[in-house]
């Protein structure tokens, strides 16, 4: 008897020591970048993992300026926002004719669409580039945001179809006999309906922009056109030896999404779950 | 009745924004990659048919292989790894701890390495594995597991540099993956649970009789999902290794940007591009596949 409630509080002592070891494994390497920015060169020299003496915020003040950062989270922004724009309103209103307009031949146009979920940015990267330079759209930021959308639409459409499936269709049915449009059922009962929905396209497709490296990398080469991916990779060719102001401008990359999800955490998940699961 | 056509045609300018974006951006280069493939191209002079050229050329060529071979031990490592650790993470999240502060604050967390782009992790993990500076040379040395005068450079050795490459991406993905399987596991009812514990069933059995097969459709979704974005692993790769050393981590997708953006070999790079995108095609068509007998067998 005394026994068995031995092992039992052993099993469970043990498996806290595991997910304590666990979690120090997964938290450490963000707390060593947030730790080493505040640490001279030499001391990380001398000692790779050891705890700043001060905390010296100006490091971040001088990172900011190497990268041009500004400018870089303004790109950064720039893009994500528009390509959101662009995604949130072709990508609904097109999932509102799928499922609640009369429309004729809804799933063949689905099917279209939802194939082209295949292509990734990476298969057409040769010939974007090059119809980028035709249209002179190369190192401007609205090449990002188009093909961007683009690419996104298939994805955002099934969201919002998923999303605007659980308005019953008698709803509409009856607004049209009341005498009303449909943009404006659109506007006034799909939009407010479907807010969650909204919220998740918005968070995982603005998520996904932020973080977005290839395009970036490929179609905007001028200094003032970096966006935070890039900003932070070039810092990291330019500055190899200056560790501080490497981990420096890590956290200063990190820490805007940082501070959203601090307050958005509920919307963050639920937008990559719901990216995932229509996906 | 020339009303009635044009008032039946209103509901398809619903689609126009998106219709007009897609061509462009999207069906038009997918022809256009098409065609290229057939040309001798070097992004600036006029394109020369070739015909099939290109494709002998990745065929006989042992880079193409290579890079083949590492995209598929990379996808095979995703499919594997990364959603069975979320799954783990997931049951200890939501069963092993009890307090539910504890649990939401864990799930925070492991949710963080998300949040992170792929190519800061690629440079953070850089710093990790620096053989003189870096986290792991530090912890393992203080724990007398390596000898800090001749510490291994995992990243820059053939026998190492892969597994090393792949650890960033378990470390952020297996996030996703547990809050995936958090998501799918709050939405069992509950009187599954409580019906087996009223019948005896222990917390084990509860787990592997009634939740985990009710979580296997997730489960493989997110196979499924980390199968596509290992196709696209790009990002943190090439931040981290730009497909050194030698070219030990060049997947294919690194081996197509090397081609067209340093070697100018735009045509043959379009090639290898089609090769990839039919490779997708396939696998995608079979785990879609799959996923609905999946669905249909656990629900």
Known sequence: ?279 | MKKKGVKAVIPYLYFLPMAILLAIFVIYPLYSLVATSFTKWDGLSAKEFIGMKNYVKAFRSEKFWYSMKLTFVWTLLSILILQPVGVLLSVIVEYVVKRRRASGVMRVLFFLPMLMSMVAIGLLWQLIYNPSLGLLTSVLSKLNLIDIMNPPNLLGSRSTVLAAAFIPTIWQWSGFGMILTSAAMMSIPSELTEAAAIDGAGKFNQFFRITLPLLMPTIFLGMTINMIGAFKGFDMLYAMTAGGPANYTTLTSIFIYKLSFTENKFGYACAVSVILILIVIVFTMIFNAAGRKIDERFT
């Open chain 1, 1 to 279: 008897m005394g026994n068995g409630r031995r092992i039992r509080k052993f099993l469970s002592l043990s498996a806290k020591v595991m997910i304590g070891l666990l979690l120090i494994v997964d938290v450490y390497p963000i707390i060593w970048m947030f730790l080493n920015s505040f640490r001279t060169n030499n001391e990380i020299y001398a000692n790779p993992i050891g705890l700043p003496k001060s905390f010296d915020f100006s490091v971040f003040a001088e990172a900011w300026v190497k990268a041009d950062f500004g400018r870089a989270l303004f790109n950064s922004f720039y893009i994500a926002f528009f390509q959101v724009v662009i995604i949130v309103a072709a990508a609904s209103l097109s999932a509102y004719a799928l499922t609640i307009l009369n429309v004729r031949g809804k799933n063949i146009i689905y099917n279209v669409i939802v194939s082209l979920q295949v292509v990734s940015g990476q298969i057409i990267l040769i010939p974007l580039f090059a119809l980028m330079r035709d249209m002179g759209l190369l190192d401007h930021l609205w090449a990002n945001i188009l093909s961007g959308a683009a690419l996104s639409f298939p994805l955002a459409t099934m969201i919002f179809k998923g999303g605007f499936q659980s308005i019953p269709r008698e709803l509409y049915e009856s607004a049209v006999v009341d005498g009303c449009s449909d943009m404006r059922f659109f506007l006034k009962m799909v939009f407010p309906l479907a807010k969650p929905t909204f919220s998740s396209v918005v968070i995982y497709h603005a998520l996904f922009s932020w973080n977005e490296y290839l395009f970036a990398l490929t179609f905007l080469r001028s200094a003032k056109n970096r966006t935070v991916t890039t900003a932070i990779q070039v810092f990291f060719t330019q500055w190899q030896a200056n560790w501080t102001q490497l981990f420096a401008i890590l956290c200063l990359a990190l820490i805007p999404i940082l501070i959203l999800y601090i307050f958005l955490q509920k919307y963050f998940i639920a937008g990559m779950v719901a990216g995932a699961v229509k996906g």
